[in-house]
T-cell receptor, first 108, second 116 residues
Framework: DAKTTQPNSMESNEEEPVHLPCNHS???????IHWYRQLPSQGPEYVIHGLTSNVNNRMASLAIAEDRKSSTLILHRATLRDAAVYYCSPGGSYIPTFGRGTSLIVHP | NAGVMQNPRHLVRRRGQEARLRCSPM?????VYWYRQLPEEGLKFMVY????????ESGMPKERFSAEFPKEGPSILRIQQVVRGDSAAYFC??????????????FGAGSRLTVL
């Protein structure tokens, strides 16, 4: 699986957009890019995934660079409930792996 | 339509005892994964199972740890002779098993093991 680099933490104010970056420069051509998040004291939950094109769902948007070596998870309007650790998980194998993720702090 | 069910949610054991953690995958999912999360750390893969088969156990310690996913019943992660370093949150995840690359996992709420 591709190695990932994410900032340890990011901060945002409530109601503002948040852009969470992930570098995955060793990604292969067939690897999907998944994002999960883990709220405090809970199990991880799926957020979004994509291959080449940008993707939108009710939770977030995923912007994938043209060379696919990086991606950005976009929360359009952060809420306090979005405070969590966000994991970027690119890979084509059947065993998703997770780095340390980005801890998102949302200020009221 | 229950999600991934894990029990117990919290388990306390003394050093040397055994811990058994159970996981029932989502309905229709035949693939189960176990991950361990130490305090303030990320998720570490342990083992991947399908019904009656261990597909990949490369992340599981060679001693004291075992996992199974029988034909009937939940998947079980078993830790024998627990030590304090085994204290962690253990998460189970399941998937339908589509290996096209978009292998989306659904996680349980986790079992938190404390070894005294």
């Amino acid at each position: 699986d591709a190695k990932t680099t994410q900032p340890n933490s990011m901060e945002s104010n409530e109601e503002e957009p948040v852009h969470l970056p992930c570098n995955h420069s060793t990604i292969s051509g067939t690897d999907y890019i998944h994002w999960y998040r883990q709220l405090p004291s809970q199990g991880p939950e799926y957020v979004i995934h994509g291959l080449t094109s940008n993707v939108n769902n009710r939770m977030a948007s995923l912007a994938i660079a043209e060379d696919r070596k990086s991606s950005t998870l976009i929360l359009h309007r952060a809420t306090l409930r979005d405070a969590a650790v966000y994991y970027c998980s690119p890979g084509g194998s059947y065993i998703p792996t997770f780095g340390r993720g980005t801890s998102l702090i949302v200020h009221p | 339509n229950a999600g991934v069910m894990q029990n117990p949610r919290h388990l306390v054991r003394r050093r040397g005892q055994e811990a058994r953690l159970r996981c029932s995958p989502m309905k229709g999912h035949s693939h189960v994964y176990w991950y361990r999360q130490l305090p303030e750390e990320g998720l570490k893969f342990m083992v991947y199972l399908q019904k009656e088969n261990i597909i990949d156990e490369s992340g599981m310690p060679k001693e004291r740890f075992s996992a199974e996913f029988p034909k009937e019943g939940p998947s079980i992660l078993r830790i024998q002779q627990v030590v304090r370093g085994d204290s962690a949150a253990y998460f189970c995840a399941s998937s339908p098993g589509q290996h096209s690359g978009a292998n989306v996992l659904t996680f349980g709420a986790g079992s938190r093991l404390t070894v005294l």
